[in-house]
């Protein structure tokens, strides 16, 4: 059964990319800061176009620990008004998409007899940055009470702890719920749709000519402002730009393992405020597994899949069986995804852990406007300076933001069965599909209708599309996922009027990419 042409979402979002329109605000990038930056445009009435090279939120931000925090650490590094900025939005975001986002209790357990207060102190600091916006107070517990809150805590030298809370959130699912609000208010996004050159008219950039990966035409479109927001990899498109660009950015990558909830099995998540190597680490329940990370490894070069290195593995497991008994071994590990951080450069010899998490803009002689740096808790401040920046430089006329009270698309306080609860109000509509109630997998929470749904609605265009970013069973069952592939295939085939070659091709590339997430051995 093919579906109609009707159903196919990013056919008309390319029909409206390529007519000559004329457009307020153009944004290269598809995750956090672009989403970001296009739902602010298009809700100020800017008319904008967005385009992402691959798939939305296919680089950082689907690979994140999960997390809506103002940043423990940034506190301990003196960065007051960040942690600030951040709680602040992070208090913003849980009333914009209370679908996406709930409050979790992080316990730092303590070992040692300065800790409790040492600590304490510190997240009472946290707690009155947050102001009016703070979730719930942090407190101390004594050691029987850390036990109740994470039953699998090293019993030995146990001293109690401080409980503090913070928000988490479903990364890749926050980027689609952008996607679908700034589709809501008016705004076009294509997805594989690779900014391959701008475009420049008087000296100033006036445009770009991207290619559509799906068919290999070449497209130019013309806009009054361009914003660069493609993360770790905005300095290919400066150099677009300008080909003498000196690169703005010191990346750095942040490896995760996934491991069953048993593990984990209480309602907190752990935090370990300093790591042997003077690091932070957090095992943190998530869609009924337990995400323990990271990293902080400066790497050379980016790329759209980096791979963790044997020792960040070691560091991770190691570190968590100084905490957790019983402790996950590499046999236990269900998935591995790796995140890279667009730091901006700092001095030479500055330590990645030590550069600033802010948010950068840039504005070259030509009028390109970079945005780097930030994390998700902040996207929707990065998307709010980048558009009064380019409404200034593009002479668009001045209107207020509606971002910070702005209901995200599918807004609803209900509390929903498990996986449902990140479609908050489609979660109904998706549940009156075919397949509703057959499982994709047995070791997966998902079912055949949402691959539908995401096809028709999210525009999914590949397997992995589906299974790593619209639903998140790469990250949770990387083998389950790669077992789940040839159905899905089939699904989409019908959905997208593809053929059985397709469906075939579809899985060895699944399945290629799947491997890299399973440990060797």
């Known amino acids: 059964m093919t579906q109609p042409a009707s159903t196919d979402t990013r056919r008309h979002s390319l ?23 296009a739902v602010e445009a298009a809700t100020r009435g800017y008319t904008t176009l967005l385009l992402e090279a691959v798939d939305y939120a296919k680089g950082t931000s689907s690979r994140s620990t999960k997390l809506v925090h103002g940043g423990v650490r940034y506190l301990a590094q003196g960065n007051v008004s960040l942690v600030r900025e951040a709680l602040h939005e992070r208090g913003l975001l849980k009333k914009n998409a209370p679908h996406l986002v709930h409050d979790l209790g992080f316990l730092i357990a303590s070992y040692k007899w300065w800790s409790k207060p040492f600590y304490g102190i510190g997240l009472k ?10 979730l719930k107070s942090s407190r101390l517990v004594n050691a029987q009470q850390a036990l109740q809150l994470a039953p699998t805590l090293q019993k030995a030298g146990l001293k109690g702890g401080v409980l503090y809370f913070d928000g988490q959130f479903d990364d890749s699912r926050l980027a689609i719920t952008l996607l679908r609000t700034f589709e809501d208010y008016g705004g076009v996004a294509l997805n594989y749709a690779p900014v391959v050159g701008l475009t420049k008219a008087g000296g100033q950039v006036s445009g770009a000519i991207f290619r559509d990966a799906e068919t290999g035409q070449t497209h130019t479109v013309r806009a009054k402002s361009v914003i660069n927001a493609t993360g770790v990899f905005v300095d290919s498109v400066r150099q677009m730009d300008d080909a003498a660009a000196r690169p703005m950015l010191s990346p750095s990558q942040g490896v995760h393992v996934v491991v069953d909830r048993h593990f984990l099995p209480g309602d907190s998540a752990l935090m370990v405020p300093r790591t042997d190597d003077g690091r932070v680490l957090f095992a943190v329940p998530w869609h009924d597994h337990v ?8 790497v050379p070069e980016v790329s759209l899949e980096p791979r963790a290195l044997p020792e960040e593995i070691d560091f991770i497991l190691s570190t968590a069986a100084q905490y957790l008994t019983p402790a996950p071994t590499r046999a236990d590990v269900r998935s591995v995804y790796v995140g890279l951080r667009p730091l901006v450069k700092a001095a030479e010899g500055t330590d990645t852990k030590a550069i600033s998490r802010d948010h950068v803009i840039r504005i070259s002689e030509s009028g390109l406007l970079t945005l780097t740096g930030g994390k998700w808790t902040t996207y929707r401040r990065m998307g709010e300076d980048a558009v009064n920046r380019a409404a200034v430089l593009a002479g668009l006329p001045e209107r207020l933001t509606l ?18 609860q990140v479609y908050g109000s489609d979660a109904e509509k998706i549940q009156m599909l075919e397949g509703a109630n057959t499982p994709l997998h047995p070791e997966l929470p998902y079912s055949e209708a949402e691959v539908r ?6 525009q999914a265009r590949t397997v992995e599309d589906v299974l790593s970013r619209r639903l998140r069973a790469l990250l949770l069952n990387a083998q389950a996922s790669m077992e789940a592939a040839p159905r899905v295939a089939e699904l989409l085939a019908e959905e997208l009027g593809q053929d059985a070659a397709w469906q075939a091709a579809q899985v060895k590339a699944y399945r290629d990419l799947a491997a890299g997430y399973l440990l060797p051995g």
């Open 291 to 298: 995400v323990i990370g990271t990293t902080d490894t400066p």
């Open 15 to 37: 029909q409206a990319a390529t007519q000559d329109t004329l457009w307020d605000v153009l944004v290269i990038g598809g995750g956090a800061s672009g989403l970001g930056a």
């Open 403 to 420: 971002t910070p009270g702005l209901p995200l698309h599918g807004w609803s306080q209900e509390a929903r069965a498990d996986h449902w």
């Open 453 to 458: 749904w995401a096809a028709r609605v999210e």
């Open 125 to 134: 600091v946290y707690d009155a940055l947050a102001g009016k916006l703070n």
